[in-house]
C-alpha cells in the first residue's frame, strides 16, 4: 500500500462524524463490482454522501447515479472529491491505482471493501456467510426471512435477491447479514456473531496456493466468529470440517448425513425441488419445502435455517418463509420460453457449480437438448481447473464456449490457456463442444439450431447474460 494512507487524525474523522450523525462522504474505487455497488447503495441508505470510479460504464452505474452518487467512468486523482473522508477500494484494485495513490497522498483513511463491511457488521450483530459455493443464495435467504419476520436487518450480498429490492439494504434491526468472500482473504476483516462454511473446495488459485491453504485461511475465519456465537458447517464436507478446527465459538453441523446436528431428511421431490424432514439434535425440527431446484439448495436452505434459529425466528416461520424465497438473479433465472424454447441464465463459474446447476435444470425443465453457453472466468481459474472443467458438462448434449472473461489475471496469463484448450478437452472426454469467439457468433449459431423442447443455459461469472436475453428477444 502506498505510503502515507495512514493517517490517525483522518481515520477518526469518518467513524466520529457518522456517531455524530452526520453524513460521511465516501469515495468507492471499483465502484461498480458486485460487492462494491452493493456497499455503495447501503452507504447511501445510510445517508452517506457517495461518489466512485469504474473502468467502465453500463446500467449498474447508471442506476448508482440515480439514486445521488456521483460516479466517474475510468479512474484518475480528481475524481476524489475535495470533501471526501473516506476512501473505499475493492479487492480488484491494483496498489498502483492513481486514485488510491492519490488517496494516500492526501493522507486520507483509506479501507478494503472487506474493512469497511468489517465495520458496518461490527454496529450489530454480524451473520456472515462463507463458502466456495452457495453464498450468495443462502445469505439471501437469511436476510429475506429475517426482514419478513419483521426483524428488519441491515445486508449486503453479491448477487441481487429481487425480493429484498436489489444486494443490499440498510434495516433499523440489530442483525448485520454479509456474504463473506474467501478472495484475497478478505472474511478475515469481519467477525460475525454467528457464521457458515457451506463447503470447501479449489478455488481463487491465483492467491491461494492449493486446498491447504484455503482449508488454513477457513480456520482463521472459524477462529473469529464470537466466542459466545455459533458456527454452522458443512457436515458432508470433509474440508469445510476441517475448517471448525479453528473455532472457539459452539460448532454445528448440517447436512444429509445421520451425525449431523442440523439433519434434512429428504421425504419427496419435485421438479428437482426437494421436500425435507428437518432434525435438529434428532428431534424433529420443522418440515421445509426447499423452494429452488437442485440438491446444493436443500444444502443452501439447511444452513439457513440453522442461522436463522440462531437468530430467533421459531421453527414453523423459518419453514414458512423460506419456502416463499424466490432465489436470486443470475442462480438459474428463468429469461424466457417461447416456442418450446427455455432460456436460462445462471452464475456457475467453479466444476462442481457447472455440474449441480446441470442437474438441477434437467430436473426441473427435462429438456430434449440441453445446450450450455459457458463463458470462462478468469484465465488463471481456467487453466488451474481445466480437467474438472472439462468433466462437468457431462450433462449438457453441447457446449459453446466464447472467449475467456479477463479479469484480475495478469496479461502473461492470456499466453497459458484459451478458449480452444477447454473445447479440447471436452471433446476428449466424449462431449460435444465448439469455440465462437464473439457473442454475434453464438447468437447466429443457435438461431439456427435451436429447436422445440431445447434448453438453453448461459453460465459464467462475466457478461454472458447478453447471450440469453438476445435469445430471448428472437424467440419471443
Known sequence: MPDGMESAEKNST???????????????????????????????????????????????????RDRGAEVHVGQRDENIPADCELVVYSAAIHEQNPELLAAGRRGLEVLKYSQMLGRLMAERVGIAVAGTHGKSTTTAMVAWALREAGLDPSFVIGATAGQLGGPSGVGSGRHFVAEACEYDRSFLNLRPTYAAVLNLEEDHLDCYRDIDAIVEAFRAFAAQVDPAGVLVVGGDDRNALASAEGA??????????????????????????????????GADYARLRVPLPGLHNAYNALAATALLHHAGLAPERTAELLGRFEGTRRRM??????GGVTVLDDYAHHPT??????????????????????????HSRTRFLLKDFARSFALSDEVIVPEIYFVRDSEREKDYICSEDLVAQIRLHG???????????????LRDRLQSGDAVVTMGAGNVWEVADEIVRWIG
Open 248 to 281: 472457539r465459538c459452539e460448532v454445528q453441523t448440517f447436512g444429509l448425513s445421520e451425525e449431523c446436528d442440523w439433519r434434512g431428511e429428504p421425504v419427496g421431490w419435485e421438479a428437482g425441488r426437494a421436500e425435507m424432514r428437518v432434525l435438529f439434535d
Open 353 to 378: 457449480e457447472i455440474q449441480a446447476t446441470l442437474r438441477a435444470v434437467r430436473d426441473a425443465y427435462q429438456p430434449r437438448r440441453l445446450i450450455c453457453v459457458f463463458q470462462p472466468h478468469q
Open 431 to 445: 462431449g460435444a463442444a465448439v469455440y465462437l469467439e464473439s457473442f454475434e457468433d453464438i447468437s447466429a449459431y
Open 14 to 64: 469518518a467513524s466520529e462524524a457518522q456517531a455524530a450523525g452526520v453524513a460521511t462522504r465516501v469515495h468507492l474505487i471499483g465502484i461498480g463490482g458486485s460487492g462494491m455497488r452493493a456497499l455503495a447503495a447501503m452507504l447511501l441508505d445510510r445517508g452517506d454522501v457517495v461518489s466512485g470510479s469504474d473502468a467502465s460504464g453500463g446500467a449498474v452505474v447508471d442506476r448508482l
Open 333 to 338: 433465472t428463468l429469461k424466457g420460453a417461447a
